[in-house]
């Protein structure tokens, strides 16, 4: 199968019909309008195979994945989706390869009516780029600047699943209970779109969890000139965690654990409880697990309300 045929069957499973595309897949470029008064809001993400998934993953959750981690960063943003541009290199031209992969990106896709644009296919060791477009007014985009000492800190949805399915695969014997839940929860993340509009204006900082909270955080803290504290007894755990770990296992987790994808936003009190309540209406709550404060550094506190040693910081490519 050829460079043309393989673009052929992408386009064919992903399409997705927007208004706003003038011109998609085909031509030398995409031709897109972008609505008045909103800002282009553009992020990208590569994953590489054996680096950001195991070898032995699935192309449809390749196909998943690799698209909602692209989409979680717009809900960071508070961003609605629009458009996607998808650059494959694949060691060779497998038809059943792809298909599966393009079904994955496009179950994903047309939850959220994104229309794949564009793209480019190459031949090399298996590497997934994708870059993701959507609209924000300027004005109310979350950023990672706006956090002030009194905001409380939250986070949508729970953490851990996903590293604790990262350990399950890597010892299949770790964990007894719960295996696909975690798994699942690896491979196929959920972006907090709707919450991530829902913040919009909001929040005064957002991030998306995805190398570890402490790490995470951490970036908005620096961004903002101020620090966190965090309650390790508040941090929010999915019933399958909480089964299958005791405390003290399930720190780690969930302080230092990467690719949950839930958003982690700053908020003052006053905005706080009205919020809180919509986002349990929207499907997704969150959970307040600690404060801003002036001196810098994310801390967490223990039962106790001692200092936890944090775990080694989030994932660092190039780090010793
Ligand atoms: P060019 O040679 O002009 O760069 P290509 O031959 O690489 O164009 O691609 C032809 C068309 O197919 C372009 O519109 C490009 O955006 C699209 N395309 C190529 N690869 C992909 C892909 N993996 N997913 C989606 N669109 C793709
Ligand atoms: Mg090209």
């Not at 302080?255 to 009205?274: I, Q, R």
């Not at 209406?281 to 936890?308: E, K, Q, Y």
Request: charged share 20%; aromatic share 4%.
């Amino acid at each position: 199968m050829a460079e043309f045929e393989l673009i052929d069957l992408i386009r064919t499973r992903c399409a997705v019909t927007r208004e706003d595309v003038r011109l998609g897949i085909g031509d030398d470029a995409a031709l897109l309008a972008v609505p008045a008064g909103q800002a282009l809001a553009v992020s990208t993400d590569t994953l590489v195979s054996g680096i950001h998934f195991p070898k032995s993953t699935l192309p449809s959750d390749i196909g998943w994945k690799s698209l909602a981690v692209n989409l979680s960063d717009l809900a960071a943003m508070g961003a609605a989706p629009a458009w996607a541009t998808l650059a494959l290199t694949l060691p060779q031209a497998d038809r059943e390869w792809v298909a599966a992969f393009a079904d994955g990106f496009a179950a994903l896709a047309r939850e959220f009516d994104l229309a794949l644009v564009g793209g480019d296919t190459t031949q090399g060791p298996l590497s997934i780029t994708v870059t993701v477009h959507g609209f924000v007014p300027e004005a109310l985009a979350l950023r990672r600047d706006g956090a002030k000492p009194g905001d409380g800190v939250f986070v949508t949805g729970t953490l851990g699943d996903a590293a604790a399915g990262l350990r399950l695969l890597e010892s299949p014997s770790a964990i007894g209970k719960g295996k696909e839940h975690f798994v699942a929860r690896l491979h196929r993340p959920t972006p907090r779109l709707a919450q991530g509009l829902l913040l919009r204006g909001r929040a005064h900082a957002c991030i998306d969890v995805s190398d570890g909270l402490v790490a995470d955080l951490g970036h908005v803290g620096k961004a903002s000139g101020v620090g966190a504290e965090i309650d390790l007894t508040l941090l929010p755990g999915s019933p399958a965690l909480r089964e299958a770990f005791a405390a003290a296992a399930r720190a780690p987790l969930q302080l230092a654990g990467g690719d949950d994808y839930e958003l982690c936003f700053t908020a003052p009190a006053t905005v706080a409880d009205a919020l809180l309540g919509e986002l349990a209406r929207s499907g997704c709550a969150a959970t307040r697990i600690g404060r801003i404060v002036a001196a810098p550094g994310v801390r967490v506190c223990d039962v106790h309300g001692r200092l936890h040693e944090p775990p080694r910081a989030g994932w660092q490519h190039f780090s010793p």
